[in-house]
């Protein structure tokens, strides 16, 4: 399966954006979904994933309470809402799709079979 996140951009801190993640196959609802980040100089890092139903989602402890995971299987996307932006949310950001119904481990990037091209997210201070 083919992904493709949008939606990046530049916000100042404090903002919102909302990056959707399509696929190219009405296959999406087939699989467990995660977020993905990373920053100039760093390690693509984990950032949110959703189980298959969407009832079970999973967050690193810096976005929690800012990100917001979703899926729409009828528009076949993924969602990731993010509010109250900060300046060190720079990064680019990728999806990754996982053949499961829920991700145990799923800051792996081994849990995941395939991934999208990034978009990028620059927040201004």
């Known amino acids: 399966v083919q992904l493709q996140a949008y939606g990046g951009g530049l916000v100042q801190a404090g903002g919102s954006l909302r990056l959707s993640c399509a696929a190219s196959e009405r296959t999406l609802s087939s699989y467990a979904m995660g977020w993905f980040r990373q920053a100039p100089g760093k390690e693509r890092e984990f950032v949110a994933a959703i189980s298959k139903s969407g009832g079970n989602t999973d967050y690193v402890d810096s976005v929690k309470g800012r990100f917001t995971i979703s899926r729409d299987d009828a528009k076949n996307t993924v969602y990731l809402q993010m509010n109250s932006l900060k300046p060190e949310d720079t990064a680019v950001y990728y999806c990754?799709?996982?053949?499961?119904?829920?991700?145990?481990?799923?800051?792996?990037?081994?849990?995941?079979?395939?991934w999208g091209q990034g978009t990028q997210v620059t927040v201004s201070s």
């Open positions: 990754a799709a996982a053949p499961t119904t829920y991700i145990y481990t799923p800051e792996l990037y081994s849990s995941y079979d395939y």
